[in-house]
């Protein structure tokens, strides 16, 4: 663990953030055989990153920020349990982001913003195709697709633009109903009369495991762990450093900063603000006994997902925008699993695991990927979103070529940290 280091030890690259973000950026660069060491508080991928609906999302394009949303802010902030939802003691605090929000869906910020996610999951395909391969994490990976349903023919309807949205840049997909519906997941409450079945949505078999092999196939290579909290970033023509939270410093040549939802504050050490907040999700893992669930179901009219996970049936989602410092409201978690049992008739809610992540999110539905304004030896890598598993590969990828000088993969600048 490296415990025994002193002040002023140099590792080349240090990344700060032990989630799937920091982990990919550790076994890209440890690829490349250069000195890496990861710090995190707690452990490698126990966070966020653990917790998550273990999906590879590559046809999630939409950005979050649509032309309209804003009118939905009385619902809001008046049901603590839908789909998404604003403690009305917090939305002072989140005026400044939601401003940002609203304009970010504007049709001309709209579009820059989709074709630039659409990019970014192309990339993040074809990454983790590879990252997969080389790490042996490949039996981890299933391609069983994802079924989208609706209640109804208005819903499904409405529907219509995001999958039209979506031919645009040559994601597959099929609208399903009756039996062909029932085959792609018996058992459905018959409330649900439509659905849609995209065949290259994939799923990992439990993203904590996932990460935690992807971490043992970087320290193969060299990469090193610290545990430890890191309270300050310093750069100065000296270099760059951490200050670490027992009041030692750790030198770097590079530093790349990957702390999900915490990545703001470390960032304003350095005099860098991004408008950071967090989409709280809420889940419930439940035995894999408890319903045969097929493959992904996505209730999107809810705001909320089932997938089966080689340890357990996880039921989750829903966005609560409420910051980093108020205690998790399980009674989200508790509603949503109350719903699953509605939609899945027979489902045994029994034994459950409930949990709340962070999932650190950006107006724009855009990660910040780049070089710190001021401070050419520091890599900004945060802001994934509720996409952070999906795009760790690319942005693993995009950081090493960062770090190397090389071109990256895909245009950058709709990713810029300088947009803000």
């Not at 997969?132 to 079924?147: A, K, W």
């Not at 309270?231 to 750790?250: F, P, Q, V, Y």
């Not at 357990?312 to 049992?341: D, F, H, T, W």
Request: with cysteine; charged share 20%; aromatic share 8%.
């Amino acid at each position: 663990m490296n415990g025994g280091l002193g002040d002023d030890i140099t590792s080349e690259i240090a990344i700060v953030g032990g989630g799937i973000i920091g982990i990919c950026a550790a076994a890209c660069l440890a690829e490349t055989g250069r000195p890496v060491t990861l710090f995190d508080r707690t452990g490698i991928c126990e966070e966020t990153s653990s917790g998550n609906a273990a999906a590879f999302a590559f046809s999630d394009v939409l950005p979050l920020a649509q032309k309209g949303m804003m009118r939905n802010l009385p619902k809001w902030v008046a049901d603590p349990l839908g789909p998404l939802s604003i403690p009305p003691a917090y939305l002072p605090k989140l005026a400044p982001w939601l401003w940002r929000f609203w304009r970010a869906g504007a049709p001309d910020k709209y579009e820059t913003a989709l074709a630039a996610q659409a990019s970014m999951m192309k990339l993040a395909e074809t990454e983790w195709s590879g990252l997969m391969q080389r790490s042996g994490t490949r039996h981890m990976l299933h391609e069983d697709g994802s079924l989208e349903l609706y209640e109804s023919e208005a819903e499904f309807h409405a529907s219509l633009p995001g999958w039209a949205a979506r031919d645009r840049f040559g994601i597959g997909y099929r609208h399903v109903e009756g039996t062909h519906l029932a085959e792609l997941q018996p058992g459905l409450s018959p409330r649900f009369t439509k659905g849609t079945f995209v065949p290259g949505w994939k799923t990992v078999s439990d993203p904590k495991q996932l990460g935690k092999a992807l971490w043992a196939y970087a320290a193969g290579l060299g990469a090193r762990f610290e545990q430890a909290g890191v309270d300050s970033i310093e750069a100065s023509a000296d270099g760059t450093s951490l200050k670490l939270a027992d009041g030692s410093r750790r030198m770097a040549t590079q530093i790349i900063i990957a702390a999900g939802a915490w990545s703001h504050l470390l960032a304003k050490t350095i005099g860098d603000r991004f408008p950071l907040e967090t989409e709280r999700g809420y889940n419930t893992t439940l035995p894999s006994s408890a319903f045969d669930v097929k493959r992904q179901l996505i209730f999107s009219g809810h705001g909320f997902v089932i997938t089966p996970l080689s340890t357990g049936l996880r039921i989750g989602g829903a966005v609560e925008l409420g910051g980093i410092e108020r205690p998790p409201n399980y009674a989200r978690s508790k509603a949503l699993l109350a719903k699953a049992g509605r939609f899945l008739p027979g489902l045994d809610a029994s034994d459950g695991r409930e949990w709340m992540g962070y999932r650190p999110s950006l107006p724009d539905s855009l990660p910040a990927i780049g070089k710190a304004p001021g401070a050419q030896g520091i890599v900004y890598a945060f802001g994934h979103g509720h996409l952070g598993l999906t795009q760790a590969a690319a942005t693993g990828g995009l950081v090493r070529d960062l770090i190397l000088g090389k071109a990256p993969a895909i245009d950058l600048s709709p990713f810029s940290p300088n947009r803000f």
